[in-house]
């Protein structure tokens, strides 16, 4: 017999005083060894950006575990609000590829939560490695993306960083995952 | 019923704020188990005082202090032990502490409106706050939203995840409250609204209001060597 869930609820506009925090998207230190920058911005139906958004970030470790044992230095945990351009970044490491449930391996990404006023519950998606074609190609979840939608789920080497944007609507809507 | 006639649809025309965020594309279903990997280790300590909203200044808050308990459990009724439970509020006069907040409402200098805490081995939590006022916002014309506390829980596996409103009973703004009135049935809506709780009720003190919250479980059940 299983108890009726609590349902969802908006994050709200006003989420700032309570769940933003000092460095929260710093996922390891910035400038930590082997740490890579992501950028990227979040945008709605219009194309116009979304300042009222809060992205969390949570990703395994390089040998691809996820961490469950509290005071380690890094966790795999990020958190950043958007800004008045929509605009969000993390500094974080590259995760090792996790196990599948069925223990197949899963291309290297990172799991990407979607939170802003106007959502009723939040999104989930995932940012893939654009180095990494092969186990792209080999992805259990990326095969079940529509082709044409993968690229949503792949982030762009824009140089120094890599480049990941969030569309809610629209054209290139991101790929999102039912919870 | 399945879990998602239960929750509200990511597209609910009444609030406004949806219409052009809401996906429009299905979303991509994963096979059970794909969201069962562990919940997010979150990185900050939680420390004594962070449960009471109104220790956190030098002098006491204005409003009417309470109390509000309940349980963190998972869908097959298990306490959720050791996780972190964020609540953010606005004040006794219905303003947050938020520079986007234009309602022209006092701020509380003794106020600002965000705790945290850590479930104990049952899956109890406690905060000590104020009520929270009433707010006007521009959704629709004489819009107001019903006086609520966020809350935010992240559970033990990442589909657990859950970001919410409590509301207080009796309140007359909820039956106009699209948030509110996006869950499509009642019993769901019933579900976020807080019960009076004579027992925990302190003398002289601070009222109490009593709320339970159920998280998603695992998906796939595990095999019996994972327990």
Redesign the interface.
Not at chain 2, 17 to 25: D, F, S
Not at chain 2, 29 to 38: A, N, T, Y
Not at chain 2, 161 to 165: A, D, E
Not at chain 2, 212 to 216: A, E, G, H, N, T
């Given at each position: 017999m299983s108890a009726p869930l609590t349902p969802s609820q908006t994050v709200g506009p006003f989420f700032g005083v309570g769940l933003p925090f000092e460095k929260g998207e710093q996922v390891v230190p910035a400038g930590a060894a082997g740490s890579i920058r992501i950028e990227g911005q979040v945008l709605d139906g219009h194309g116009d950006p979304v300042p009222d958004a809060l992205l969390e970030v949570w990703q395994p470790d390089e040998g691809g575990q996820y961490q469950t044992v509290v005071n380690s230095t890094a966790t795999g945990f990020g958190r950043c609000r958007t800004d008045a351009e929509g605009a969000f970044n993390f500094v974080t490491v590259k995760p090792g590829p996790s196990r599948a449930p069925d223990g197949h391996a899963q291309a290297p990404h990172l799991n990407v939560t979607v939170f802003a006023r106007g959502l009723l519950r939040h999104l989930v998606t995932r940012m893939y490695f654009p180095d990494e074609p092969g186990a792209n190609a080999a992805d259990p979840v990326l095969k079940l993306v529509e082709p044409a939608r993968r690229s949503t789920l792949m982030a762009r080497d824009d140089g120094e960083v890599l480049r990941f944007d969030i569309h809610l609507q629209g054209e290139r809507e991101t790929v999102f995952f039912v919870i | 019923m399945s879990?998602?006639e239960?929750?509200?649809?990511?597209l609910?025309p009444d609030?406004v704020?949806?219409?052009?965020?809401?996906?429009?594309?299905p979303?991509?279903?994963?096979?059970?188990?794909?969201?069962?990997?562990?919940a997010?280790?979150?990185?900050?300590s939680v420390t004594e005082l962070d449960h009471d909203l109104t220790r956190q200044h030098p002098g006491e808050p204005v409003g009417e202090r309470i109390i509000v308990t309940g349980r963190v459990?998972d869908?097959?009724?298990r306490p959720v032990q050791g996780t972190i439970v964020?609540?953010?509020q606005?004040n006794a006069a219905g303003r947050?502490?938020?520079?986007?907040?234009q309602h022209p409402a006092p701020l509380d200098p003794n106020f600002?409106?965000?705790g945290r805490c850590l479930t104990d081995a049952q899956g109890h939590y406690r905060f000590i706050t104020i009520k929270p006022g009433a707010y006007p916002w521009k959704n629709h014309r004489n819009a107001w939203r019903p006086a609520h506390i966020?809350f935010?829980l992240f559970g033990d596996v990442?589909?657990s995840?859950?970001?919410?409103?409590m509301y207080f009973p009796g309140d007359p703004l909820m039956g106009q409250d699209p948030?509110?009135q996006?869950?499509p049935d009642q019993?769901?809506?019933g579900?976020?609204v807080s019960r009076f709780d004579p027992e925990t009720t302190v003398p002289e003190w601070a009222l109490a209001y009593r709320w339970?919250?159920?998280?998603?479980g695992r998906a796939?059940t595990p095999f019996e060597n994972e327990r």
């Open positions: - | 879990e998602d239960r929750e509200p649809a990511y609910y609030y704020g949806t219409r052009l965020r809401a996906p429009v594309k979303l991509v279903q994963l096979p059970d188990g794909f969201h069962d990997f562990p997010p280790l979150f990185p900050r459990l869908s097959d009724g964020e609540v953010w606005a947050y502490l938020d520079q986007d907040d600002s409106g965000a966020h935010s990442f589909r995840r859950l970001v919410t409103q948030i509110l996006s869950i019993a769901g809506r579900r976020l339970d919250i159920v998280l998603r796939a």
